[in-house]
């Protein structure tokens, strides 16, 4: 059983942000899981929607198994707009490692 079958949780649609980024820097053309998971394209690059949180969790599963990247969501988190999730976010961007970041947040 998936996170998706026992979850219908919503999350703002700002949690794709960063996900279009990431699968063309490794050359992953998202559409055919979009499609599987039900997720509408239009929101990795729009503000406004909703998505379950079972099924963003089980595509970023997804694309790390089949492309052999275990570190797909990080690389997500990485092109996601620091200033939309807060302080620690961009202290994280500004600085060289995450230790840097905590010792002067």
Known sequence: MTFNQCS???AD????LGLDEAANQLSIDLSPLLTHFD???K???????????????DLLEMVAE???VPYFGFLVGKHKPALEFGLLT???KLS???GTALLYG
């Open 96 to 98: 060289p490692d995450a």
């Open 39 to 41: 997720i509408d394209p």
């Open 66 to 68: 089949i492309y052999n």
């Open 90 to 92: 961009r202290l994280l």
């Open 43 to 57: 929101l990795l690059t729009k503000s406004g929607g909703h998505i379950e949180m079972g099924k963003y969790s």
């Open 13 to 16: 649609s700002d949690y794709l």
């Open 8 to 10: 219908a949780l919503l």
